[in-house]
């Protein structure tokens, strides 16, 4: 089981690596680049080349030929892309070219609040979703069944642009129960150490400041959860009604072992297999940040952050966001992996 | 007893780090990109407030007025201008501001090769829009800056400008502590350091993506803020933000777009704080290049063939004036033409003429993002491609990534855009002559010919012509040139759509926008 663990880890290796060249090359083959983002409208020829070879865009991509003839290996290796995997494998992602900001810096920033809203997202999924799946698969073919599949449905139809503003004039500025977006009361002095809000206001014993962090990831956690609400009620009733059907539960309940015991100990243990796989890849999902959602209630998390920085082409953020993305979706699907082999004994890693 | 309670009170207030009724909450399309050599409105809007430049502008006007210069004069052929610094001003760090400090600035900006320029990390891109090139460059303008002495700096320029003190108005040149950049080096400007200057306002803390918080100058030499801090929040979405402030929870939304005016000036909570036009212009352009847009009359259609003024009022509803010439109300050197009128018989003989009795096919491309001067270009498009093909011509709409758009733009790909362009700075130049320059007039609309000579001539005399009388004469020439040839067609003066609560007193944005204001004079009741 271990050498298990060990080889999967050792599989990253390469994935990443296939990523970070793709993340390389992809903006820059799609044309354009900062130079011509920076000056916009305003381009004429000379500034558009000086630019450029201020911001280091004429260097080789892959290897630098006229480099090596006069420096040997090194200037070889002169180039926009060894550059940056080598400073990326030790730990340096390079600056934002239009703010100078750090990459790793910004996702240390960025990263938490998307885990954030994450995790309520998902709380609210799996906890509203799973009961709703059980409930529809057995109550199936009843209104109730209806009712639930109706919800599952509206939430993956709902664009979260739109149901989001809807939430915000609803519940923000007609009810003024909640706040219309953000993360804190702007008029609130606090300083995280971790990112993660509702974590720090706790560790500092500032209530004030945990009420407001929590009601402020309420309705962009809704919003978020919809959809994995949807997929998760559906797996959860399909998985339950296959199980359901098998011939150890019809042999329990001739036994005479009460339903609910059945459904509880029986049908709903061997049921979430699925609904696991399901939850983690959408966990995996939303890590990789929620534009749409943090767009609609300007939440800082990282999937803005990397969408805008593909629209101006800041290459450095482009490489180090999605690389890092990359990462932490790989790393969520290896775990649910790893998950299968406590839960269901069955499975076995050699 | 009740003094204890109010005391009490104040301190359970202050410990829970509620500013209350002092902190105005300011919301704009995103936070800054950076407090230090800024390019985008977002930064320019913050940065203004702590670094001012030489020269300001009057409330709500585009009229120059002495900022952290106190009169300034040009010599005989304008090529030397020499400025007055205000004296007993220090930044917030307690370093004078003097003309040391104004040199350290514009040489840090005009040379590529200054210690503090980081250049290759971050070049001030701006400077060449202003000031042509860096130093060195071809077409460079700024020579040097000469320290006379303790509050007296001289510009040595390599060509006259009458108007530049227009330039250094530019809310790009607010000037920054020198000892405070040496000692930020390359992260200066960044989350982690800030900005300092001689401000309203100094700065106090930046929250990457979430809010940059500034705080009253208590030293300031002008007058001093009435609010005690400023909270900037980036909200990207424009019905966000619009909801953020009927919602109170922001004070000043900036931005928004023309469809919530309605929103706006029906609700008793808000006002509307917009200027009294805006020194940007939407246009529609051809590139000669590509046939049959190099025949005068084939463009003459277009132009007759739009119903100008039902497109602007539809789209701008009401904050927007159609346009009938490159240089926008507000600015000398206009000629007061009246828009094309909206004719598609006359349209449709120009095209027989032409020999395209019955039209023809062409693209029509339109930009993807949404812009200050065209809100929603894909509608705009649509309406614009329906009635020309009213006149037989078939204008395919297109559009591509917005980096590659400006590409394929320069390149002349285009028969038929849509663009525009936002004042750098207050003065003709900026407009007319970022569009006619010898170079632009090539690459943005493929017009040459004596025509195009003779307007390449007129402005280039205007941008060096001492007075204000002569060079008006020389954009009138100009003008009465482009309105016949129609090189593009120009579309709207659109007004931005700014609101704040109606508690809200003192916010004036002023025709560049809402970049160079400053927010001392804001109330909050």
Known sequence: ?350 | MKRLAMLVAAVLLALTGLAGAQTLVYGESGLPVSLDLPQDGNSLTVQYQIAQPLVGFKPSSSELMPLLATSWEANADATQWTFHLRQGVKFTDGTPFNAEAVKFNFDRWNNRDNPYAFQDQKPMAAWTYIFAAFHGQKGYLLEKVEVLDDSTVRFDLTSPVGFFPALVASSYFGIQSPAAVKAGGADYGTPGVGAVGTGPFKFQEWVQGDHVTLVRNDGYWGDKAKVERIVFRGIESAATRLAELEAGTLDIAVNLSPDDLKAVESNPDLKRATATANLSIGYVGFHQANKPFDDVRVRQAVALAIDQKTIVDSFWSGLGTPAAEFIPPGLLGRANYEPYAYDPAKAKQLLADAGFPNGFKTEFWYMPVSRPYFPSPKDIAEAVAGYLSQVGIQAELRTEDWGIYLKDYDEGKFPMYMLGWSADYADPNNFIFTFFSPIEIKSGFGWTGTKADEVVKLLGDARQAASATERVTYYKQADKIIYDQVPAMPMVYPTTLNATRANIDGFLPNPLGTTSIQLNEVTKN
């Open chain 1, 1 to 350: 089981m271990f050498s298990y663990f060990i080889r999967r880890f050792l599989g990253l290796l390469p994935v990443l690596f296939g990523v970070s060249l793709l993340v390389f090359t992809i903006p820059r083959v799609i044309g354009s680049d900062p130079a011509r983002i920076m000056l916009g409208e305003r381009a004429s020829p000379e500034s558009y080349q000086s630019l450029r070879l201020e911001l280091g865009l004429d260097v080789p991509y892959f290897v630098n030929f006229a480099e090596a003839r006069t420096r040997g290996l090194a200037g070889f290796l002169d180039a926009q892309y060894p550059h940056f995997v080598g400073r990326a494998l030790r730990g340096d992602l390079g600056k934002s070219i239009f703010s100078r900001v750090p990459v790793v810096s910004s996702l240390e920033h960025f990263f938490p609040a998307t885990f954030e809203l994450t995790i309520v997202a998902m709380f609210f999924a799996v906890a509203l979703g799973v009961p709703l799946g059980i409930v529809a698969a057995l109550n199936r073919g009843t209104v109730l069944d209806t009712a639930v599949m109706f919800v599952a449905l509206a939430g993956v139809s709902f664009p979260v642009f739109w149901l989001g503003i809807i939430m915000i004039y609803v519940f923000a500025v007609g009810l003024g129960w909640l706040p219309p977006s953000g993360r804190l009361s702007p008029t609130i002095v606090f300083h995280s150490t971790t990112g993660f809000y509702i974590f720090d206001a706790i560790v500092q014993g500032r209530w004030h400041v945990l009420w407001n962090a929590a009601k402020h990831l309420v309705l962009p956690g809704i919003a978020l959860g919809t959809i994995p609400l949807a997929i998760i009620v559906r797996m959860t009733r399909s998985s339950m009604l296959e199980v359901l059907g098998q011939d150890y539960i019809r042999t329990a309940r001739a036994k005479g072992v009460e339903r609910r015991v059945v459904v509880n100990k029986h049908a709903l243990r061997n049921a979430l297999l699925p609904v696991i796989t399901v939850i983690g890849l959408s966990f995996g999902q939303l890590l990789s940040g929620a534009i749409l959602t943090e767009t609609v209630f300007a939440w800082p998390g990282i999937g803005r952050f990397v969408y805008d920085a593909i629209s101006s082409r800041d290459y450095p953020i482009i490489q180090g966001g999605v690389l890092f993305i990359a990462t932490i979706f790989v790393i969520v699907n290896m775990l649910v992996d790893f998950s299968y082999a406590f839960i269901d004994p069955r499975i076995q890693y050699t």
